[in-house]
């Protein structure tokens, strides 16, 4: 069964650190984008990073750039968002998901979330 799992999100006060996990499972990662995306409470999603397969090129929102990090794992079929400097505004549900391409087409499967909440 085609599966991805987020872990890692929690509340952290402005400044701090978290680290996000996607592991993925049913299918090799190694052949596929991953997007990391967020949405805010009252907001709609936001393309936050992703990582291509082919040569692991990143991208990242302007608003993360500097503070995130994506990263994979391919030997344990995961992907990683390092978070850093994090502000309130970083706070929301965050959600990683499998792309063909990180440039182009659409996500086709999704994982459940995880919650991350900036706040003192």
């Known amino acids: 069964q085609l599966q991805l799992v987020e872990s890692g999100g929690g509340l952290v006060q402005p400044g701090g650190s978290l680290r996000l996990s996607c592991a993925a499972s049913?299918?090799?990662?190694?052949?596929?984008?991953i997007g990391w995306f967020r949405q805010a409470p009252g907001k709609g999603r936001e393309a936050v990073s992703c990582?291509?397969?082919?040569?692991?090129?990143?991208y990242y929102a302007d608003s993360v750039k500097g503070r995130f990090t994506i990263s994979r794992d391919n030997a344990k079929n995961t992907v990683y968002l390092q978070m850093n400097s994090l502000k309130p505004e970083d706070t929301g549900v965050y959600y990683c998901?499998?792309?063909?391409?990180?440039?182009?087409?659409?996500?086709?499967?999704w994982g459940q979330g995880t919650q991350v909440t900036v706040s003192s």
């Open positions: 990582i291509s397969s082919s040569d692991g090129s990143t």
């Open positions: 998901a499998r792309r063909s391409s990180c440039r182009i087409g659409g996500s086709d499967y």
């Open positions: 049913g299918f090799t990662l190694d052949y596929y984008a």
